[in-house]
């Protein structure tokens, strides 16, 4: 299946600021941050990314992980850091690397 735009064209000179979820403990689960960042990046794009992996997030201002997100038969590296710790509520910057992972 064709795509018209790749996702990652979509978002090369984009960041995602104000994106967020909620926590349980003291982290966000790499499963609940990366359905998070796929939500972000279909709301900017339109499109759902075919894949995207992520390892647990601290919720501490500052925190960062490095998420993997498959298009097609490209990865790209993507910044996720936290901006905003509020009780329960972890808010994050997200980044999409401008180049596949070689």
Avoid: H, W
């Avoid at 299946?1 to 979820?21: D, E, K, N, Q, Y």
């Avoid at 995207?52 to 993997?68: H, I, N, Q």
């Avoid at 990865?75 to 690397?97: A, H, L, P, R």
């Amino acid at each position: 299946m064709a795509r018209t735009v790749p996702i990652v064209l979509a978002l090369a000179l984009s960041a995602f600021a104000g994106c967020s979820a909620s926590v349980g403990s003291d982290s966000v689960s790499g499963n609940d941050l990366a359905k998070q960042v796929s939500s972000q990046l279909a709301k900017k794009v339109g499109q759902v990314p075919d894949k995207v992996t992520c390892p647990s997030l601290k919720a501490k201002v500052g925190a960062k992980a490095r998420c993997t997100l498959t298009d097609g038969a490209r990865e790209y590296g993507v910044s996720v850091t936290v901006t905003k710790v509020n009780g329960s509520d972890v808010n994050f910057d997200i980044q999409v690397d401008n180049t596949p992972k070689s």
